[in-house]
């Protein structure tokens, strides 16, 4: 399965990657698809241009690091794609994944006494294992859920009020398929992952059409804009910190400038949450620990 992703993503690097950009020169000869060619490819990062068609055709398994390096200099991959080409080139080889863990009960405490930030806890693949009343207000009462759909990914593709929630839905859903295919490349043997893949392939275009473009991203400082129903316009920052007990977690919180009309906004609707019977802050049937 490694060996069949590494093929599909040095295809789609080499296809979107312009040959001026590589620094090559024009031939003159007419291009029947679009970016490198093999050989070109094979040029750059000095290799063969049989090795190139053997690494995109799955028929290689082991591949040196010298070998990745030429090629990833080769096709200018971003340090995301770099990181994403070694772990699915089998480098980097990750053990079994172990099953969902539970959150921590410190973790829970946190998320309760955060009373002015919208926060929660992500497993990988933005699964959502926790979550305090201001994220629920924020975005989607989790609480209703069932369990298998607490997932901020399939939440953007498939339900409708969700993915209204975005003032620019295509660039957040693209942000979601670039950070899911990093995971995917990083755990290839996490059904969980597998399957929401396989889902939202099936059921979502834009899905299945961003997934072949092979864009990866890992953890980063985000800005999200949201249309709230009951705030208005929101800017808000997207802090995203690790968790040291379980490194497959994340703590996200959600803050705006001191200040802003978003901070305005964002304290209006902590406010209107905590007059009224919201979701709760976490599930009521935690996962064990």
């Given at each position: 399965m490694a060996s069949d992703e590494l093929g599909e993503f040095l295809r789609a690097r080499r296809a979107a990657l312009d040959p001026r950009t590589a620094g090559l020169p024009d031939d003159g000869r007419q291009r029947r698809v679009p970016g490198l060619r093999r050989e070109e490819l094979?040029?750059?990062?000095?290799?063969?241009?049989?090795?190139?068609?053997?690494?995109?055709?799955?028929?290689?398994?082991?591949?040196?690091?010298?070998?990745?390096?030429?090629?990833?200099?080769?096709?200018?991959?971003?340090?995301?794609?770099?990181?994403?080409?070694?772990?699915?080139?089998?480098?980097?080889?990750?053990?079994?994944?172990?099953?969902?863990?539970?959150?921590?009960?410190?973790?829970?405490?946190?998320l309760d006494t955060m009373h002015d930030v919208p926060a929660m806890v992500l497993h990988r693949g933005m699964d959502v294992l926790a979550w305090n009343r201001g994220a629920a207000a924020?975005?989607?009462?989790?609480?209703?859920?069932?369990?298998?759909?607490?997932?901020?990914?399939?939440?953007?593709?498939?339900?409708?009020?969700?993915?209204?929630?975005?003032?620019?839905?295509?660039?957040?859903?693209?942000?979601?398929?670039?950070?899911?295919?990093?995971?995917?490349?990083?755990?290839?043997?996490?059904?969980?992952?597998?399957?929401?893949?396989?889902?939202?392939?099936?059921?979502?275009?834009?899905f299945r059409a961003w997934w072949a473009g092979h864009q990866v991203r890992g953890p980063r400082q985000l800005t999200k804009t949201y249309a709230h129903p009951v705030a208005g316009p929101l800017t808000l920052d997207v802090q995203q910190f690790t968790v040291d007990t379980h490194p497959d977690q994340l703590l996200v919180a959600y803050t705006a400038e001191p200040g802003s009309p978003a901070h305005e906004a964002l304290r209006f609707l902590l406010q209107w949450s905590a007059a009224g019977p919201h979701a709760p802050a976490v599930p009521s049937e935690p996962a064990p620990e």
């Open positions: 094979a040029q750059l990062a000095h290799v063969s241009v049989d090795y190139i068609v053997r690494l995109e055709q799955g028929r290689t398994r082991s591949v040196s690091r010298p070998v990745l390096e030429a090629l990833a200099d080769a096709l200018r991959l971003a340090p995301d794609e770099r990181d994403y080409l070694f772990t699915v080139a089998d480098v980097v080889h990750p053990p079994r994944p172990p099953a969902r863990p539970g959150v921590a009960a410190h973790l829970r405490q946190l924020l975005l989607t009462d989790f609480g209703a859920l069932p369990p298998a759909e607490r997932n901020l990914i399939r939440l953007t593709f498939l339900d409708p009020g969700f993915r209204a929630l975005y003032a620019d839905w295509p660039r957040a859903a693209r942000e979601c398929v670039a950070a899911l295919r990093m995971e995917a490349g990083r755990n290839p043997r996490d059904r969980a992952l597998s399957d929401l893949v396989g889902e939202l392939s099936v059921r979502d275009a834009d």
